[in-house]
């Protein structure tokens, strides 16, 4: 499975953005898929995950209502969309793949290449 995650880029606090990741290959839906981020000096954190057909979602707690995670198995995509974004949601934003559904990064099989957001004060 290939990834590739879109959608980054500079917005000021509370705005909104929708990070993408399309998938290639036609077993995506058999894939959990995980958004993860990795801000300037720090380890890559867990954010979101969805199951195999988008029916369960878990968040962590910095993200949990302000973010919403979705795919779409027919288009081989993933979303991420953010709301009411912070100056310290600033990261590069990276979609995974893997059999796992959790929120250890170590257990994803397949990463996308990562995209900046940036949140502006």
């Known amino acids: 499975v290939q990834l590739q995650a879109s959608g980054g880029g500079l917005v000021q606090a509370g705005g909104s953005l929708r990070l993408s990741c399309a998938a290639s290959?036609?077993?995506?839906?058999?894939?959990?898929m995980g958004w993860f981020r990795q801000a300037p000096g720090k380890e890559r954190s867990f954010v979101t995950a969805?199951?195999?057909?988008?029916?369960?979602?878990i968040y962590s707690d910095t993200v949990k209502g302000r973010f919403t995670i979705s795919r779409d198995n027919a288009e081989n995509t993933v979303y991420l969309q953010m709301n009411s974004l912070k100056p310290e949601d600033t990261a590069v934003y990276y979609c995974?793949?893997?059999?796992?559904?959790?929120?250890?990064?170590?257990?994803?099989?397949?990463w996308g290449q990562g995209t900046l957001v940036t949140v502006s004060s």
């Open positions: 995974a793949a893997g059999q796992y559904y959790g929120s250890d990064p170590r257990k994803y099989e397949y």
């Open positions: 290959g036609r077993t995506f839906s058999r894939y959990v």
């Open positions: 969805i199951n195999w057909g988008g029916g369960n979602m």
